[in-house]
């Protein structure tokens, strides 16, 4: 049984507005890394269901490098948030208030 | 399967640059402290011989790796800005770096790889190939930014910067895949022939095109998308600051504009007013938030953001409906014009915020800037250059860059928004030359004036000369900048 494109299009819509919405109101950086993560894997959704839908190859091969890019864009990242652990002994960026917001 | 040669020789200069980064790296544990001053020069190197390579390829467009890539005019034109930019960069590391005691020799490797990223992003002829170029200067950026990790300013910029960064990606892929989605691929000319036909205004087409415009509106910091620069820019190492302001900013509105005409310059009503609105907010809102800045460097970054606002005045021109070819890629090519001229003294004002010490610590404050005159004839008067052609005063650069964006817009009957450009610089002359003010007609108190001092060595000395004759000679001879912008523009349609 096939499930029709649209459905596929609607999941990744939620699951890419749940990471939006999360980037903006959560306040702890981890979460608000996890959110990223959610905006990329709907975009990764989007692309392997057009890829099959359409027939067409070139989605599923965007999709592994964006699955390369997000693992850099991660590592970089929780490096960046131990690093400002370490200052601060929060992750919380309502305590990074060194430059004005 | 193998990669024909052909296409290797075509991205011969990201290779290099991609390669002697890497050699950096490995380079870097190996060599002794007293001379890594070698990797900075290696490094200059490969830029020169990059330059000598991509200056073969004006005048001919060459497609690699089946449409992925292209190298024309166009390409050629930012890859040599690039190059001035990044090696400016690293020549005003050197003696920054040490007095920063940050000198560490991956920062040269850092200089190369966003530079690398940011040549596949203005040769990028599909979204898949942006993309990665958006991302390898991204994440390259985001490290260089908290270089000065013992500080907790520089960190603090760092993470505000990598979470803006990836959230905005994010939005820019998620814009990508509906528009794959749409169009069923990610090659801008296929986009171009399918969006100008079966999917002219889809609802779904519409989304994507504005999630991708909200996208490099974040890389631009073009307001309401600009809220992580001056934060950004304040934290992060001053060289750093530089290099993000000039060549950042010239790769992602080389990007920008790339996208914007090649895949979607048959459907111009739908993006040119969105592109109008952001770019009259972007000015006002950019010039009147500089004047109450304290702090050079987010002072400069406000200003920062107010040029870009101005080089979006080309993006209109370009995208304008119902306008001759002629005056559409006159808004290309004084965008192009802009974005070098403004290289120039953006370049020089930060070079004179990095070498203005106060005790151990930068002199970022317009407090610090007080009474230079009196002690640094020479510096104070090499600002006073760069902050009369920020403002657009002629004879410098800076006037000739507002006067061929703000020609093109009255040629393009956009004469409104020219007087609105105009009233904007005339309200930013007002920030610029308070700093003027206070170095020339302020007394210093005499503690201050122990403290602070301007360490010159002979590569600032370079960088500055260099800025400062951009800015003068293209203020005075702009014909041959204009007449290879004007050679370098993309084919509109």
């Not at chain 2, 290309?332 to 610590?361: C, N, P, Q």
Request: hydrophobic share 60%; charged share 10%.
């Amino acid at each position: 049984m096939d499930v029709p494109v649209s459905y596929y299009v609607v999941l990744s819509g939620i699951v890419f507005s749940i990471g939006l919405v999360g980037v903006l109101i959560r306040r702890n950086i981890i979460i608000i890394l996890l959110s990223v993560e959610l905006m990329l894997n709907a975009t990764n959704i989007n692309f392997v269901a057009f890829s099959s839908y359409l027939g067409n190859l070139s989605g599923q091969v965007f999709v592994f490098f964006a699955l390369t890019v997000a693992a850099a864009e991660v590592a970089v990242g929780l490096a960046i948030i131990i690093a400002l652990y370490r200052h601060s002994a929060s992750i919380n960026i309502d305590d990074f208030r060194l430059l004005k917001w | 399967m193998s990669i024909p040669f052909v296409d290797l020789a075509t991205i011969l200069p990201e290779l290099l640059i991609v390669g002697i980064a890497c050699l950096v790296l490995v380079l870097d544990p190996i060599t002794p402290t007293a001379k890594k001053d070698f990797l900075a020069w290696m490094s200059l190197g490969v830029l020169a011989v990059c330059a000598l390579v991509t200056m073969e390829d004006f005048g001919e467009t060459t497609v690699a790796f089946s449409g992925l890539v292209v190298v024309d005019s166009y390409a050629a034109f930012w890859k040599m800005l690039l190059y001035l930019v990044s090696g400016l960069t690293i020549l005003l590391s050197m003696s920054y770096l040490k007095e920063e005691k940050i000198d560490l020799a991956e920062y040269y490797a850092f200089v190369l790889l966003a530079l690398a990223g940011m040549m596949v992003m203005v040769s990028g002829a599909d979204l898949l190939t942006i993309y990665l170029g958006i991302e390898l200067m991204s994440i390259t950026l985001y490290i260089m930014a908290g270089f000065k990790r013992f500080e907790a300013r520089s960190i603090e910029a760092s993470a505000k910067y990598f979470v803006l960064g990836a959230f905005s990606s994010g939005i820019l892929l998620y814009g990508i895949s509906l528009l794959f989605g749409v169009t069923g691929s990610t090659r801008l000319s296929e986009i171009a022939a399918v969006v100008n036909g079966p999917a002219l205004n889809d609802p779904l087409m519409l989304l994507a095109l504005m999630l991708i415009i909200v996208g490099f509106g974040f890389k631009v910091a073009a307001v309401p998308f600009h809220m992580w620069t001056p934060d950004v820019y304040e934290g992060a190492p001053t060289s750093v600051t530089a290099f993000m302001a000039v060549a950042s900013k010239a790769a992602s509105f080389a990007a920008f504009l790339r996208v914007l005409l090649e895949a979607f310059g048959g459907v111009k009503p739908n993006w040119n007013m969105l592109i109008l609105a952001v770019c009259l907010i972007t000015v006002a809102l950019g010039n009147l938030v500089a004047i109450v800045q304290t702090n050079v460097k987010r002072m400069l970054a406000y200003s920062s953001i107010a040029h870009a606002g101005y080089a979006l005045v080309g993006v209109v021109v370009a995208g304008w409906v119902g306008v001759e070819t002629g005056v559409s890629s006159r808004g290309v090519s004084s965008l192009m014009l802009y974005l070098a001229i403004y290289s120039f003294m953006t370049i020089g004002a930060f070079a004179m915020v990095a070498i203005l010490r106060k005790g151990g610590l930068e002199g970022e404050d317009i407090e610090d800037f007080t009474g230079l005159a009196k002690r640094h004839k020479g510096g104070a008067f090499l600002m006073l250059v760069f902050m009369i052609s920020l403002a657009g005063i002629p004879p410098t650069a800076g006037f000739i860059g507002k006067f061929y964006l703000f020609m093109a817009a009255v040629n393009a009957g956009l004469a409104w928004l020219a007087i609105f450009g105009l009233i904007f610089a005339a309200i930013s002359a007002f920030y610029y030359l308070r700093i003027v003010m206070v170095m020339y007609m302020r007394e210093p108190s005499p503690e201050h004036e122990q403290h602070t001092r301007l360490v010159l060595s002979p590569q600032v000395s370079v960088v500055l000369a260099c800025a400062v004759a951009g800015v003068v000679l293209l203020g005075i001879f702009p014909g041959p900048l204009v007449s290879i912008a004007d050679l370098s523009i993309l084919p509109i349609k």
